[in-house]
């Protein structure tokens, strides 16, 4: 049985930690591309993080997330911190709902992990409004919306290795 | 002996106690970097690995544009070519004259005994992206301590003043814009000479602020440099003043303002170096050292009294 949009629940290889740290790269890059200015496109870094903080808490936890936030800050020019206290505050969400998440399918997990995901701007919105800063407007919450939409995409494509061939065929390489 | 259970189950330290962990680093960071500004060592440091992965993330934005740039028609070239030819020649008129002038100039001062203009000079630097933090006007450009740039170093452009160095990097620096929330610039209204102070609105605009409600500012006023800060040299121009409010129930007039450098744009700016400091007559810095003196003499008493008590 493949991961299909009623069901994530399936029996999977188990997950290889270089492809963890390969996606959280990748997701870092997009996060770096010129385009990511504009506030409508998801924050890659903490969508990733957050995935592999419900799929699996015990590799994917708070420090990866804390590192992670560290590296946003200095290429972002933003305060020191505020990435890394958003990150570290929806992967510790993320690993205490794991187990509840994971019962429902693809949609109603959008839905979960969608407080998650508002709260890494919210939390960015909160320490820079403390700092002195103007509240940057509603568009800045947008970016979360699309993400949530893109949940089971992301759940198909980033769990793709760990599928198991459907037939098992003894002459077959993969 | 104690009996130990086997560490089957091991599990690291409970995930609340890891999470007060970070979130009292990741605080006491914030804290640290709003109020002390003390992190900049850290951030250089951290910066080498997050500039190379900054470089890698724009390059394919970059190739393109240059696979542009060699793409452009011969008639776009020819027509811009002449097009600069004829400014050019505009130009001369007032171009030849001003080296005159400027030696004119320096003789008289010289005849008045007043100092002599400080010539400007500086690097050129090309904008690499616009910082992606949505809550300041920050560009970044691609000269850094290699080059000598340092923090507090005014930036212009073709048509005025840009911003201020704010952060240096090994090989890149940023700029704070001057319609960034934080920053100001001192200036000067051309008209009338007022000298004011205009300050980044954060939206793209500039405020002057502090001018009684009944002073003389019109729209399309331009407004120059002062130097009075010390760290622009007098004379760049800033910003012209587009809408002004007068309100009889503030004290003050709203005077909003438009950049008239192309702040938002993505081209080349220039960092002047630093001004040298004006040397203060000999009776204010003998003043000035007093004062100094004085304030560290209340700080020892301060201290003193501390311990009495």
């Not at chain 2, 900049?40 to 900054?54: C, K």
């Not at chain 2, 890698?56 to 190739?63: G, W």
């Not at chain 2, 040397?279 to 003196?293: D, N, Q, V, Y």
Request: hydrophobic share 50%; net charge positive.
């Amino acid at each position: 049985m493949q991961t299909s949009y009623r069901s994530s629940a399936r029996i999977l290889l188990p997950v290889r930690p270089w492809f963890i740290a390969c996606s959280l790269a990748v997701a870092l890059l997009l996060n770096l591309l010129p385009t990511a200015a504009s506030p409508v496109l998801p924050d890659w870094l903490a969508l990733v993080l957050v995935f592999w903080s419900v799929r699996e808490p015990r590799r994917v936890g708070m420090g990866l997330a804390f590192l992670g936030g560290i590296a946003m800050d200095v290429a972002d020019a933003g305060l020191l911190g505020q990435h890394a206290l958003a990150y570290v505050l929806a992967v510790y969400g993320g690993g205490a709902l794991s187990r509840r998440i994971l019962w429902f399918p693809l949609a109603e997990q959008a839905l979960h992990v969608l407080p998650l995901l508002l709260l890494v701007p919210l939390v960015q919105v909160v320490v820079r409004v403390i700092a002195g800063a103007d509240f940057p407007g509603f568009g800045y919450f947008l970016g979360p919306l699309l993400a949530t939409l893109l949940w089971p995409v992301l759940t198909f494509a980033l769990l793709l290795p760990q599928h198991q061939p459907v037939d098992h065929d003894a002459n077959r390489p993969l | 002996m104690e009996h130990q259970p086997p560490p089957f189950f091991k599990r690291g330290p409970a995930p609340l106690a890891l999470l007060s962990f970070y979130v009292a680093i990741a605080v006491a960071l914030l804290v640290i970097d709003a109020r002390l500004q003390a992190l900049e060592v850290v951030r250089q440091a951290l910066s080498l690995f997050t500039h190379p992965l900054q470089q890698l993330a724009h390059l394919p934005a970059h190739s393109v544009a240059s696979a542009g740039d060699y793409f452009v028609s011969l008639a776009h070239l020819r027509e811009e070519n002449a097009r600069l030819q004829q400014a050019r020649i505009e130009k001369a008129t007032t171009l030849l004259r001003t080296q005159q002038l400027e030696v004119e100039n320096e003789r008289l001062r010289k005849l008045l005994g007043v100092k002599e203009r400080q010539q400007a000079s500086g690097q050129v630097a090309q904008i690499l992206y616009a910082a992606r933090d949505p809550y300041t006007r920050r560009i970044v450009i691609d000269k850094g301590q290699q080059d000598q740039i340092a923090a507090g170093l005014p930036v212009i452009d073709d048509a005025g003043v840009v911003g201020q160095v704010t952060r240096v990097f090994p090989f890149v620096a940023e700029v704070t814009l001057i319609t960034d929330k934080e920053q100001a610039v001192p200036v000067q209204i051309v008209r009338t000479g007022q000298r004011s102070v205009v300050f980044g609105l954060g939206n793209g605009q500039l405020e002057l602020r502090f001018l009684p409600a009944n002073a003389d500012v019109q729209n399309g006023d331009v407004l120059v440099t002062s130097g009075l800060d010390g760290i622009f040299l007098p004379g760049f121009p800033v910003a012209r003043v587009v809408h002004v409010e007068r309100d009889t129930s503030y004290s003050f007039a709203r005077i909003f303002c438009m950049p008239l450098a192309g702040v938002e744009n993505f081209s080349e700016v220039i960092v002047l170096e630093q001004r040298p400091p004006v040397a203060l007559p000999a009776e204010l810095t003998a003043a000035a050292g007093g004062r100094e003196a004085k304030a560290a003499k209340s700080t020892q008493a301060r201290k003193k009294r501390l311990r009495r008590e």
